[in-house]
């Protein structure tokens, strides 16, 4: 058996939950002069577009508002409304750079619902490919990744990029 060599994960192994100096959520997509650095994608009005930094699969992605809420049902109708637009921005990109399959498109709320980040509210999309889950996850519980996540970082900017806006104050 040839090992898989993903030193990375061991930050989100070891990782004790808490958010430590504050919430990532809050704190990455104003740092505009590492954007790529970040993973930050797109930043809209309200909400902005990020690569997850624990994929399940290359181009795994998550849409969040700028505000620190974690109750669905706290979403303003404004956030709302660029959730969905971004994610719609998101699906063509992923169409146009990977041609997937298929999409998971959800949100993990609350720990016991399995978000990894409860106290900030975030939709996982994820990019699908027919036999994506085989032998690997199943019998080794391991997930290959073909593609370093600043690659697909870089290819799918250029696509995001025009949904970027000033964000509301």
């Known amino acids: 058996m040839e090992p898989l060599w993903a030193p990375w994960r061991m930050e989100f192994i070891a ?9 990532v959520f809050c704190t990455l997509p104003h740092e505009l002069d590492r954007l790529r650095e970040n993973l930050v994608l797109a930043r809209g009005r309200t909400s902005f ?9 290359n181009g795994h992605l998550l849409v969040i508002p700028y505000r ?5 049902s706290a979403i303003t ?9 971004l994610t719609t921005h998101a699906v063509e990109a992923l169409r146009a750079e990977y041609a ?6 959800g949100m993990n709320l609350g720990r016991a619902g399995g978000a990894g980040i409860a106290d900030h509210l975030h939709q996982h999309l994820v990019p699908r ?3 994506d889950t085989n032998f690997l996850p199943i019998l080794g519980g391991t ?4 593609e ?4 697909t970082w870089d290819r799918l900017r250029p696509h995001l990029a025009g949904a970027d806006a000033t964000p509301m104050e």
């Open 15 to 23: 990782r004790d939950g808490s958010e430590g100096d504050g919430c």
């Open 49 to 57: 577009i990020i690569l997850n930094k624990y994929p399940y699969n």
């Open 68 to 72: 620190h809420i974690a109750d669905f």
């Open 77 to 85: 109708a404004v956030e709302h409304e660029e959730i969905s637009s």
């Open 100 to 105: 997937p399959d298929g999409f998971n498109l």
């Open 129 to 131: 490919w027919t036999g």
């Open 143 to 146: 997930k290959s990744l073909p």
């Open 148 to 151: 370093h996540i600043l690659a």
